[in-house]
């Protein structure tokens, strides 16, 4: 079945540094991918998607590109904020009917240090 | 726009005993999902619906978890009897039904907790 892999946190970075959080995935078809954010005690709110190969979605500074030859969908930003602090998910969608099954990894926490 | 609200926020109940969730979707939206995410894990689809049909619930327990989406908008979803590994957060989300790229839009959840 679909299943998705990203890596382990917390990930604990200073203020301005470089983020990058792993994603990779099974998946049969043509998934459309995306990273959602839980910022404390929020609920999920989706922050980018890419629906085909070579897609990049981006947005508030953060970007990932949908690549098919190795399976990833990794998440960076260049400079992160204390602001960034929440746990992200990376997650595909398989079509069911007219709407999705969204799949999602465990989730990396990012703690982001003034 | 309103988001996708659910209630109660929390809740605490002892195993054996049964509770039940209530979703109102974004205006409009044709697809509802029920997610259930044990805490350190990511969100687990139980059940989809399409309007008032259910399109999918292979995941859903149904020995003790049911849910329905009455109208095509509001739903419930119900656990009877209880069990301590039901202890989770339950996320209602909403799309307009576009396929595979169907953005979802999440509810702040409710707080299980089995006693």
């Known amino acids: 079945g679909d299943s998705v892999t990203q890596m382990e946190g917390p990930v604990t970075l200073s203020e301005e540094a470089f983020l990058t959080i792993n994603c990779t995935y099974t998946a049969t078809g043509y998934p459309s991918l995306f990273w959602y954010v839980q910022y404390p005690g929020e609920g999920l709110q989706l922050l980018l998607k890419?629906?085909?190969?070579?897609d990049k979605g981006s947005n508030k500074g953060f970007e990932a590109t949908y690549r098919k030859e190795t399976t990833s969908f990794h998440l960076e930003k260049g400079s992160v904020q204390v602001s960034d602090s929440a746990v992200y998910f990376c997650a595909l969608s398989d079509t069911i009917g007219a709407g999705n099954m969204l799949t999602f990894g465990g989730g990396t926490r990012l703690m982001v240090k003034p | 726009e309103a988001g996708v609200a659910q209630s109660p926020r929390y809740k605490i109940i002892e195993k054996r005993q049964s509770v039940a969730f209530w979703c109102n979707p974004i205006s409009g939206h044709a697809t509802l999902y029920w997610y259930q995410q044990i805490l350190g894990q990511g969100p687990k689809l139980l059940i989809q619906f399409q309007n008032n049909g259910v399109v999918d619930d292979s995941q859903l327990p149904k020995d003790r978890f049911s849910a329905e989406r009455l109208k095509g908008v509001d739903s419930t979803l119900k656990i009877q009897p209880a069990k301590l590994e039901d202890s989770a957060v339950y996320l209602c989300a909403s799309g307009l039904g576009g396929g595979s790229t169907d953005t979802q839009y999440f509810g702040p959840g409710t707080r299980l907790t089995v006693l």
């Open positions: 890419a629906t085909k190969a070579d």
